[in-house]
C-alpha cells in the first residue's frame, strides 16, 4: 500500500483550522480518485523533537494509484483548498506500508 502523509504543525486558531479542516478540506480529499481510506490522527503529546498538531495518513493500493491521484483535478482542488488555511503548518511525505 501507498500512502499520502499530512502533518500539521501547530495552528494559532485550533477550533478555526478544525473547523475548516473537517468540514471543508476532507469532503474534498474524499473525492480522490483511487483513495481506499483516510485515518487522522490528533497528537496529545510530544514526546521529543518537533511538535505537530495533527497527521492525516491517505491510503491507496499502489505506487502507480498514488501518483494518479496526485494528478487529478480533485487532488488539485484539495491542493488549493489546503494552501487557503494551512500554508506554513503542512509537511506532505509519500510512503510505503511495510509488512
Same mark, same amino acid.
Given at each position: 500500500?501507498?500512502?499520502?502523509?499530512?502533518?500539521?504543525?501547530?495552528?494559532?486558531?485550533?477550533?478555526?483550522?478544525?473547523?475548516?479542516?473537517?468540514?471543508?478540506?476532507?469532503?474534498?480529499? =474524499?473525492?480522490?480518485?483511487? +483513495?481506499?481510506?483516510? &485515518?487522522?490522527?490528533?497528537? @496529545?503529546?510530544?514526546?521529543?523533537? $518537533? !511538535?505537530?498538531?495533527?497527521?492525516?495518513?491517505?491510503?491507496?493500493?499502489?505506487?502507480?494509484?498514488?501518483?494518479?491521484?496526485?494528478?487529478?483535478?480533485?487532488?488539485? =482542488?484539495?491542493?488549493?483548498? +489546503?494552501?487557503?488555511? &494551512?500554508?506554513?503548518?503542512? @509537511?506532505?511525505?509519500?510512503?510505503? $506500508? !511495510?509488512?
Amino acid at each position: 500500500m501507498s500512502k499520502l502523509i499530512a502533518l500539521y504543525r501547530q495552528p494559532t486558531d485550533p477550533a478555526e483550522f478544525d473547523r475548516h479542516y473537517f468540514q471543508t478540506h476532507l469532503p474534498l480529499i =474524499a473525492k480522490t480518485p483511487g +483513495l481506499q481510506k483516510t &485515518a487522522i490522527t490528533r497528537f @496529545t503529546r510530544t514526546i521529543l523533537g $518537533e !511538535e505537530f498538531y495533527l497527521m492525516a495518513e491517505m491510503t491507496f493500493a499502489d505506487r502507480e494509484a498514488l501518483k494518479a491521484a496526485m494528478k487529478s483535478p480533485e487532488m488539485a =482542488a484539495a491542493g488549493e483548498n +489546503l494552501n487557503s488555511f &494551512a500554508a506554513g503548518l503542512v @509537511t506532505l511525505l509519500f510512503g510505503e $506500508e !511495510e509488512q
